[in-house]
């Protein structure tokens, strides 16, 4: 009797492994924390593990109950990686800095915005500068619209949000978190500044 009881223990056992199998595949084979999450993409990408740089809070995730959000250096390519967006591969510059836009919004005086983040700016670099020649088909007394961003220096990144303005409404702006590839990005140009103000470096996607 106590033989039959532990067989149908075991049982029981391994079809309660199973369901729990089938539903963990059902929702994306998930892992414990974002970390081991990002990694796994690693792998199964091919980028080579990478050094996460940054680490932030998206309040635009807050809902999701997981708004980390994590950008790592590999040896070509700078990987980031949210709760709503898995993983996006962005090739890293080799001639300066990496220009990225991250997966999350931000928070701004209480409003949603886009942000940026520049990767491996100066290691002297006080103040950085992001200038977008707005392509979205926005003019002003016909001339294209041109946005600048101040950067905020979080360790080893600047970090930019890209607020509202009266030419630039929100919903142009928006535009900007569905970009994935550098391709994708708008003209820009990226400059980096000494505490003194002299030009350290700049960067541009424009020809």
Same mark, same amino acid.
């Given at each position: 009797m106590?033989?039959?009881?532990?067989l149908r223990a075991v049982r029981n056992l391994i079809a309660?492994?199973? &369901?729990? /199998? *089938?539903?963990w595949w059902l929702y994306g084979c998930p892992l414990p924390t974002r970390e081991m999450e990002f990694r796994r993409d690693e792998r199964q990408h091919l980028t080579g593990r990478s050094d996460i740089i940054f680490t932030c809070e998206s309040e635009g995730e807050a809902i999701s109950g997981d708004p980390m959000m994590l950008v790592g250096v590999a040896?070509?390519?700078?990987?980031?990686?949210?709760?709503?967006?898995?993983f996006n591969i962005w090739p890293k510059n080799p001639a300066g800095a990496t220009l990225v836009v991250l997966p999350s919004e931000l928070e701004?005086?209480?409003?949603?915005?886009?942000? &940026?983040? /520049? *990767?491996?700016?100066?290691?002297?670099?006080?103040?950085?500068?992001?200038?977008?020649?707005?392509?979205?088909?926005?003019?002003f007394?016909?001339?294209?619209?041109?946005?600048t961003a101040e950067g905020e220096r979080k360790?080893?990144?600047f970090l930019f949000r890209m607020e509202e303005t009266e030419d630039v409404?929100?919903?142009?702006?928006?535009?900007?978190?569905?970009t994935t590839r550098v391709s994708?990005?708008?003209?820009?140009?990226?400059?980096f500044f000494s505490g003194d103000g002299a030009l350290l470096e700049a960067v541009t996607n424009m020809a």
């Amino acid at each position: 009797m106590e033989r039959r009881h532990r067989l149908r223990a075991v049982r029981n056992l391994i079809a309660a492994a199973l &369901l729990l /199998a *089938v539903f963990w595949w059902l929702y994306g084979c998930p892992l414990p924390t974002r970390e081991m999450e990002f990694r796994r993409d690693e792998r199964q990408h091919l980028t080579g593990r990478s050094d996460i740089i940054f680490t932030c809070e998206s309040e635009g995730e807050a809902i999701s109950g997981d708004p980390m959000m994590l950008v790592g250096v590999a040896e070509r390519t700078v990987n980031t990686r949210s709760h709503t967006h898995p993983f996006n591969i962005w090739p890293k510059n080799p001639a300066g800095a990496t220009l990225v836009v991250l997966p999350s919004e931000l928070e701004c005086k209480n409003r949603m915005v886009v942000g &940026l983040a /520049a *990767v491996e700016p100066p290691a002297s670099a006080e103040r950085a500068l992001l200038t977008i020649y707005w392509p979205f088909d926005i003019w002003f007394d016909g001339e294209r619209v041109v946005v600048t961003a101040e950067g905020e220096r979080k360790g080893e990144v600047f970090l930019f949000r890209m607020e509202e303005t009266e030419d630039v409404p929100y919903n142009k702006i928006l535009r900007l978190s569905r970009t994935t590839r550098v391709s994708d990005l708008p003209p820009y140009t990226l400059e980096f500044f000494s505490g003194d103000g002299a030009l350290l470096e700049a960067v541009t996607n424009m020809a």
